[in-house]
């Protein structure tokens, strides 16, 4: 089933060398072996590959290498038919190797955080992109908006330790907001989900719908009403991309029209498949490892599967 929407996804790009499996960190002077790892494209490259690889049309708005990092990012895009039509060329590929151990993961990047420029003549049904992009590109954000586009943001994890209710002001051209747990709580400045959900609203003037990711405890989601959905219980191999597949999930499901409950439990199923393979983008599921899923896993009674199982409808599995 394609939704026939054109979906966008506009941020940074990286070559993630992705090591998975780590028993312990690693020890200078020590050389350890792991038993899985992988060679792809991340960043915002995570969120387009989980789109594309549910057969959905995508375009990735990003900064891309004209080097040999950026040759190994521009290959797997093309073997996911990830659309770079509004790519911009730079000299050097961002590169990030991350290390995953324990259910987290640590990472050492080189390079740019910089995002794409959003073109004028191009009309998505939905775009994903962090704040800071949002913020860099509001001019055309807005014409989007007033066309129609549907607008899902993200924010990262503040290294300055500021937290600057600032930096949340493009959250006034949002219209879906998934923060994580730990980075809401920061902004927030207090220690419950659910207050501060409510405290955001009053520090930003914004009518998004704000979806908070809680790793293994799932999400809570704080729009027309406060609710919870568990996540699915599932072997952690490397948590890299959960929350990219995360918001791919709730992209495609918003742009094919999905009830909030829908949505949020698509993105569900994908986040939690994500993390039990290495590598992001290349750990997302297709459309037939979803219909799989769906008959063989055990998912929460909670979930609302009316999208996820019209979405897979009429594949053999």
């Not at 949002?134 to 300055?160: C, L, P, Q």
């Not at 986040?271 to 769906?294: F, I, N, Q, R, W």
Request: charged fraction near 20%; glycine fraction near 12%; include cysteine.
């Amino acid at each position: 089933m394609s939704t026939g929407a054109q979906i966008a996804v506009c941020g940074p790009t990286f070559l993630d060398v992705v090591m998975a499996g780590m028993k312990e960190p690693p020890r200078l002077g020590a050389e350890m072996w792991v038993d899985s790892s992988a060679l792809t494209a991340g960043g915002a490259a995570n969120q387009a590959v989980a789109v594309a690889r549910l057969s959905q049309p995508v375009e990735l708005i990003t900064r891309l290498g004209s080097d040999r990092a950026g040759g190994v990012v521009r290959d797997v895009l093309r073997e996911n038919n990830v659309g770079t039509s509004y790519a911009t060329a730079v000299d050097h590929q961002s590169i990030t190797v991350s290390l995953a151990w324990g259910g987290d993961r640590a990472m050492v990047t080189h390079g740019s955080d910089e995002g794409g420029v959003l073109p004028e003549d191009f009309t998505p049904a939905v775009l994903i992109a962090d704040l800071r992009a949002i913020g860099a590109n509001a001019e055309v954000v807005r014409k989007w908006r007033a066309r129609g586009t549907k607008v899902i943001g993200d924010v990262g994890w503040d290294d300055s330790g500021a937290w600057r209710t600032k930096d949340l002001e493009p959250l006034a051209l949002c219209d879906y907001f998934v923060p994580n747990e730990a980075e809401i709580l920061h902004y927030a400045r207090c220690y419950d989900v659910r207050e501060a959900i409510s405290m955001l609203h009053q520090l930003v003037e914004t009518d998004a719908q704000i979806i908070v990711t809680r790793g293994a405890r799932g999400v809570a989601f704080g729009g027309s009403g406060y609710w919870t959905l568990p996540a699915l219980e599932v072997d952690v191999v490397d948590p890299t991309g959960a929350g990219d597949s995360f918001s791919a999930g709730l992209a495609v499901a918003v742009a094919a029209g999905a009830t909030d409950r829908e949505a949020v439990s698509f993105a569900l199923l994908l986040g939690g498949m994500s993390v039990s393979k290495p590598g992001g983008a290349g750990s997302t599921p297709t459309l037939k490892e979803l219909a799989t899923a769906l008959n063989e896993m055990e998912i929460p009674a909670a979930y609302d599967l009316g999208f996820a199982r019209k979405i897979v409808s009429g594949l053999s599995v």
